[in-house]
């Protein structure tokens, strides 16, 4: 394949699988903790370290990583202190951190010739040595948490109350999530976009419920389509030429679309069979789609 024959896509092949793994195996927590959208938060506060790696001629992804990683810890302080008002400074920080990154990029050194949109939408081209390195120690951290402690962050996303009663350390695990969701967003932003990031987060793990009961099971196949659409939209996007991250999520939509049409009648004909083997079954009941149904079946 001539696309193997390019240094800046094997980069960027590479940083796409990387990011199919990673943005879907936090997203699965972020789902069951209905904090779908918070990945959409950290993109934009992620934005003013991009600003200030330019400004301070530092590498863009380590310092994203950390202000990212500054800004998930304040939204979890927020969410723990804050209820009543929270929102208020959480809109504060996602909009700040987005004009504090555009500010501060206008202010280094050429910075009217950086393309803003490559962090914004991400980029093939502009995937560098570095930035792979970056991306692959990032990724590897992720991984590790995320599969590592996938018991202990399920039992937290599906129930703070319980995992707190277990002995469960709850706060330490939400802020771990918080910091590794705020990690994969510096991972995904050469890639997909800092503003698109949050849609590969969600997006596969809303599928991957339309087919699967158990957590597990539900973990695979999100990772699968993270990874299949990732390599899919990179691969479009050289030969299309168009933007791969826009690319990469019409793709993740597309694939929730097709498999919601296909667990449609796979639930009509397992209600059926079910109704069936129990007497005196309720179909309605037994037709419930698989993501009303996802069991805590972590170590399956």
Known sequence: MDILDYAFMQRALLAAVLVGITAPAVGIYLVQR?????????????????????????????????????????????????????????????????????????????????????????SLSTVSESDVTAICLLAAFVVLVTVGLRRQLFAVSQDEEF??????????????????????????????????????MVVPVAAAQQL???????????VAIGVSVTIGGTVTSYYQDVPPGATIVLLTIGAFIALTALAAPLARRRARALAAAQPGGDPAECALPASRKVADEVGA
């Open 34 to 122: 209905r904090q779908a959208l918070m990945g959409d938060g950290i993109g934009h506060v992620a934005m003013t370290g991009v600003g200030l790696g330019f400004l301070l001629s530092w590498s863009p992804v380590w310092m994203a990583t950390l202000v990212s990683v500054l800004g998930a810890v304040f939204m979890e302080l927020v969410r723990w202190y804050a209820r009543t008002r929270g929102d208020i400074a959480l809109a504060m920080l996602f909009y700040g951190g987005m004009a504090g990154g555009v500010m501060f990029i206008n202010l280094a050194p050429g910075g009217s010739t950086t393309n803003l949109s490559s962090f914004l939408f991400g």
């Open 163 to 200: 995992a707190r009663v277990t002995g469960l350390p709850v706060r330490f695990l939400n802020l771990l999530t918080a910091v590794t969701a705020a990690v994969t967003v510096s991972v995904a932003m050469r890639v997909v976009g800092l503003l698109l990031v949050s849609a590969l």
């Open 212 to 222: 699967t009961r158990s957590f597990a099971a539900t973990f695979a196949i999100a």
